[in-house]
């Protein structure tokens, strides 16, 4: 099964700090994905990248950056951290658009 | 873009009896139909899936319906049991963004 690891699990923060999640996939896939997981609204796409160096634009993007800075690794940026972005935060990877995601286990970020 | 909307939000069946969910999607090129389950505290998992060129798929107990005139889908989980206990999240996309549009999730509670 495909192995994707987030870090922190857990974080806590002030609003307007600085928060960067990070995602690893080891399986080669193309395709990496951040999603935010709140009651209500399901899983909502924030950003999400075709290959190293790639970036396109989800559904909620409004206070986010994101960089893939090779095919392992993709970072979510929240360089103002607002209450509103309190949520469980999912990284996912697939081989190709269309197919089976697989998540990471989730980062749960707290803004106070 | 794709809207995915999914209802009910809170299931509660009897022991051995069946649930239905459902979905309807917006944008008639979306040709792919996941459905994950989410255990509490675990990351969504890909339970079953359905093409735009099928119909009806069925894995054991799980049984998955695409009506695309109407762009409606539904999971069926017939003889339920404590374990079948999760949330569950419909999407769809279409081949052309790479992008998986989430429901909002069913919280299913299978009683015994």
């Known amino acids: 099964e495909a192995a994707v690891t987030q870090s922190p699990r857990n974080k806590v923060t002030v609003t307007g700090g600085n928060v960067t999640l990070s995602c690893r996939q080891t399986n080669s896939h193309n395709y990496m994905y951040w999603y935010r997981q709140d009651t209500g609204h399901g899983l909502r796409l924030i950003h999400y990248s075709y290959g190293a160096g790639n970036l396109q634009i989800g559904d909620v993007p409004d206070g986010y950056k994101a960089t893939r800075t090779t095919q392992e690794d993709f970072f979510l940026l929240l360089e103002l951290a607002s209450p509103s972005q309190t949520s469980l935060y999912f990284c996912a990877s697939s081989n190709r658009g269309g197919n089976t995601l697989y998540f990471g286990e989730g980062s749960r970020l707290i803004v106070v | 873009g794709e809207q995915v909307e999914q209802l009910p939000s809170i299931l509660r069946v009897q022991e051995r009896s069946s649930a239905s969910i459902n979905c309807t999607y917006e944008n008639s090129a979306s040709n792919y139909f996941p459905w994950y389950k989410q255990e509490p505290g675990e990351n969504p998992k890909l339970i079953i899936d359905?093409?735009?060129?099928?119909e009806r798929k069925q894995i054991q107990g799980l049984i998955v319906l695409l009506d695309k005139k109407a762009k409606r889908f539904s999971l069926h989980i017939t003889d339920t049991q404590p374990a079948d206990s999760a949330m569950y999240f419909c999407?769809?996309?279409?081949?052309?963004?790479?992008?998986?549009?989430f429901g909002q999730g069913t919280v299913l509670s299978v009683i015994p």
């Open positions: 999407a769809a996309s279409s081949g052309g963004n790479n992008k998986l549009t």
């Open positions: 359905i093409r735009s060129n099928m």
